[in-house]
Structures are given as C-alpha cells and as structure tokens.
C-alpha cells in the first residue's frame, strides 16, 4: 500500500506562486515514480510533471514548462510542485499520483499511476 496526501493549494493572484507538497507514506521502495496531474471541471484529468523517485529525471507538460518545477525529498517522503508565474488557466484539482511499474521514461497518461491523493484546490484570480 501507499498513501498519497497533498497539500499547499489556494487561491493566488496571476503572476503569483504556490507550491504543492505531497506526503508519501506505505511501501515507498516500490515506488518507480510520482507525477502530478490536474483537473479543471468538466474536463479530463491530465498531465503536469513527473519525476523518477530515484534517479530524479523530469518532465513536465508544455503548458507549464518554464513555469512549475517538481522536486522530491526521499529522506522526507515528500514530493512537491513549485508554481511560479500561474494563470486563471492553471486553475484546477491538482492531484498526486504514484507509478509502481518500473519504465525507460516517465509516464504522462493516468493509467499507468497506481495511486492517488485526495486532491488539493489550485485557484487563480485574474
């Protein structure tokens, strides 16, 4: 079992910044990686950044590149999501996900995560 939960999300003006953290807890040696994905209503739950849980390796959503920045602390068991410059469009559920499979690159469709956080509110005023 693993155990995601998220936190750190609000309401920020366009132009600010938030950052994300999710707490990892359970069996974390299974853990291949953590991405986050975000969900806007009434649209589909998508990709925004990734991260290998040992090797480090990123990636990240076109629309937020330059923009966001995921991180990890293994010691802490904590993911994060550092948001810089957000929009109104950046606007959503932000989620946290975990993927048990071991791969050559890092996944971007919510099939491959085997876990999920509760969610945590990202609201951008313009």
């Known amino acids: 079992q693993v155990q995601l939960v998220e936190s750190g999300g609000g309401l920020v003006q366009a132009g600010g910044s938030l950052r994300l953290s999710c707490a990892v807890s359970?069996?974390?040696?299974?853990?291949?990686?953590m991405g986050w994905f975000r969900q806007a209503p009434g649209k589909e739950r998508v990709f925004v950044a990734g991260i290998n849980w040992s090797g480090g390796n990123t990636g990240y959503a076109d629309s937020v590149k330059g923009r966001f920045m995921i991180s990890r602390d293994n010691a802490k068991n904590t993911v994060y999501l550092q948001m810089h410059s957000l929009k109104p469009e950046d606007t959503a559920v932000y989620y946290c996900?975990?993927?048990?499979?071991?791969?050559?690159?890092?996944?971007?469709?919510?099939?491959?995560?085997?876990?999920w956080g509760q969610g945590t509110q990202v609201t951008v005023s313009s």
């Open positions: 996900a975990a993927d048990l499979s071991w791969r050559k690159a890092l996944s971007k469709t919510t099939y491959d995560y085997d876990y």
């Open positions: 359970g069996r974390t040696f299974s853990i291949d990686a």
